[in-house]
Nanobody, 116 residues
Framework: QVQLVESGGGLVQPGGSLRLSCAAS????????MGWYRQAPGKERELVAR???????NYADSVKGRFTISGDNAKNTVYLQMNSLQPEDTGVYYC??????????WGQGTQVTVAS
């Protein structure tokens, strides 16, 4: 069983910053990639950022230059530093892990609200 524990969401004013963390535990043999997805009300879940086990990253165009994903392989943890947050960044952010066997695992989600 795999557990992904997320933390760091909350309410922030436009232009502010938040840092999300996701720690993975359990039986997943090894990690191919970890990442963050988000889902805004009434919208589909979308990829925000992803980092592979060798450190390559990719980002949604809407967050490039504002968000940074990083990982700590020793701790099986991924971070998402979010700067210059805007109201359109509001949503539930989900941590994702892709295992060695290309199985997807999901966290429970953490709410990010950007509002004045």
């Amino acid at each position: 069983q795999v557990q992904l524990v997320e933390s760091g969401g909350g309410l922030v004013q436009p232009g502010g910053s938040l840092r999300l963390s996701c720690a993975a535990s359990g039986r997943f043999f090894s990690i191919t990639a970890m990442g963050w997805y988000r889902q805004a009300p009434g919208k589909e879940r979308e990829l925000v950022a992803r980092i592979s086990s060798v450190g390559s990253t990719n980002y949604a165009d809407s967050v490039k230059g504002r968000f940074t994903i990083s990982g700590d392989n020793a701790k099986n943890t991924v971070y998402l530093q979010m700067n210059s947050l805007q109201p359109e960044d509001t949503g539930v952010y989900y941590c994702n892990l892709v295992s060695h066997y290309l199985t997807d695992y999901w966290g429970q989600g953490t709410q990010v609200t950007v509002a004045s």
